[in-house]
Nanobody, 125 residues
Framework: VQLQASGGGLVQAGGSLRLSCAAS????????MGWFRQAPGKEREYVAA????????YYADSVKGRFTIFRDNTKNTVTLQMNNVQPEDTAVYYC???????????????????WGQGTQVTVSS
């Protein structure tokens, strides 16, 4: 599976941004999909995950209520809708694929099977 993230950019605090991740291959629906981010000088952290059919979603506490993850298995895409963004959301965002929910949400990121390239999100105050 190859993952291609897009949609990053510069946005003002309180604004919105939508990140998309396109996946290659015919096994997209076999994977739990997720988003991670890495801010300057910090470790990469989990942001959100969505189960195979999209029926269950999971969020880090820091983004709960502001970000929404959804997927379209007919188009092999996963999207992160970011609302009310704040300067602390500034980071490089990565999409990822794993076989289980835990592979995305667990602190042990070595369980992730595939990573996309990052897309920069910068939030100005």
């Amino acid at each position: 599976v190859q993952l291609q993230a897009s949609g990053g950019g510069l946005v003002q605090a309180g604004g919105s941004l939508r990140l998309s991740c396109a996946a290659s291959g015919r096994t997209f629906s076999s994977y739990v999909m997720g988003w991670f981010r890495q801010a300057p000088g910090k470790e990469r952290e989990y942001v959100a995950a969505i189960a195979w059919t999209g029926g269950s979603t999971y969020y880090a506490d820091s983004v709960k209520g502001r970000f929404t993850i959804f997927r379209d298995n007919t188009k092999n895409t996963v999207t992160l809708q970011m609302n009310n963004v704040q300067p602390e959301d500034t980071a490089v965002y990565y999409c990822a694929a794993g076989r289980t929910v835990r592979s995305i949400t667990d602190d042990n990121q070595r369980l992730v099977d595939y990573w996309g390239q990052g897309t920069q999100v910068t939030v100005s105050s």
